[in-house]
């Protein structure tokens, strides 16, 4: 049995510390404990949603992959790889998208939710309705049986795993039924309390410098109870303090509930305490991020040799799949 594992992420910006928590982490202990692990760039994803305004595509795709190196990936145990250099991808998309019938793509939850949140843009398209089909076929190719993702990507796994028994049934066994394995970290929230989003021009991205930092959490929602200095603080209803619970240590973490409860710290002080820790375990991050940032030709030869490292894969895959269709020719 293989222990595949393949997740990813679009490259629609930097990555903020949601990403980190949330993924980056997890990815890391995977590959640390001997998985094999292929962690993807999903650039054609952001082109579903994307298309009409591509023009950063590449800088968000450089963003992504040093964030994932300065956050803990290493090259040598991770296959790191832009979707689009694998073009095997889009083959297996094709491929599924003659066998997945149309009502299961409309009645996913994530694509009815998206049409109506992104007014804005016209996702009336074909291929945003295949949006999980490709996400099959990203998975599916590398015969993936685990995939590590957040629950908002549940029922994208779902489909994935109805593909896979369909073809199976149709062609005979040819793919595993992935498995999802949840990433259990609290929601971090964003400086003004709501989800972390980049829309919402709330987050704390892996390369804020230390002025940056200090700044956003020095403006960052706190307890809206506490109103006076001398109010008693509730630090599980604080933002901040879930901050806190991430960059500080714990013993100072206990300090800081008793002292906030008791009224005996600031919310002020507080916040500048978080700023100085924050920034200091971003540090390592942000050092290994300059050195890339300087030479994108290592970057760029890291990204080449993941794309070559998983079309090995993929190529097999296909020709695979092409024999149980019954497309084999010459
Ligand atoms: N849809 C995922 C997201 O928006 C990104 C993604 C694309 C993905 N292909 C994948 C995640 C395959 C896991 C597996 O975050
Ligand atoms: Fe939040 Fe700190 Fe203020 Fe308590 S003292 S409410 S934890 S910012």
């Not at 094709?94 to 994530?110: D, G, Q």
């Not at 394995?181 to 709501?194: F, M, Q, S, V, Y």
């Amino acid at each position: 049995m293989n222990k595949n594992i393949l997740s990813g992420m679009r490259p629609t910006g930097p990555l903020h510390i949601g990403h980190l928590f949330g993924a980056l982490k997890n990815w890391r202990k995977l590959q640390d404990d001997g998985y094999n692990c292929f962690y993807m760039i999903a650039d054609y994803h952001a082109l579903s949603t994307e298309y009409a305004s591509m023009g950063e595509i590449k800088h968000y795709v450089e963003e992504v992959a040093m964030d994932f190196i300065a956050g803990g990936l290493d090259p040598h145990k991770s296959t790191i790889f832009v979707q689009s250099m694998v073009p095997e991808h889009t083959e297996l998309h094709l491929i599924f998208s003659m066998i997945v019938p149309i009502p299961w793509l409309e009645r996913n939850p994530v694509y009815k939710e998206q049409k109506k949140q992104l007014i804005a843009k016209d996702l009336n398209t074909y291929g945003f309705l295949g949006y999980p089909v490709l996400q099959a076929a990203d998975i599916l190719i590398y015969k993936a049986r685990y995939v590590p993702i957040g629950m908002d990507q549940l029922p994208h796994l779902e489909l994935t795993r109805e593909i896979a028994k369909r073809f199976n049934y149709l062609y005979g066994e040819t793919f595993p039924v992935p498995e999802a394995l949840l990433t259990e970290t609290p929601k971090i929230p964003g400086t003004d309390n709501r989800k972390m989003s980049k829309s919402y021009n709330n987050c704390i991205y892996l390369k804020d410098s230390p002025e940056v930092i200090k700044e956003k959490i020095s403006k960052m929602f706190t307890d809206p109870k506490r109103i006076y200095r001398k109010d008693p603080g509730h630090p599980k209803t604080c933002p901040a303090f879930i901050y806190h619970k991430l960059f500080n240590n714990e013993e100072r973490v206990g300090e800081i509930e008793k002292e906030c409860k008791g009224a005996i710290i600031g919310c002020t002080d507080c916040k500048k305490e978080l700023g100085e820790v924050t920034s200091l375990y971003l540090k390592s991050i942000q050092d290994k991020r300059k050195t890339m940032e300087k030479d994108k030709k290592v970057l760029w030869d890291i990204l080449n040799k993941g794309a070559e490292r998983a079309r090995k894969i993929a190529v097999e895959t296909i020709s695979e799949v092409k024999k149980r269709v019954g497309l084999i020719y010459g």
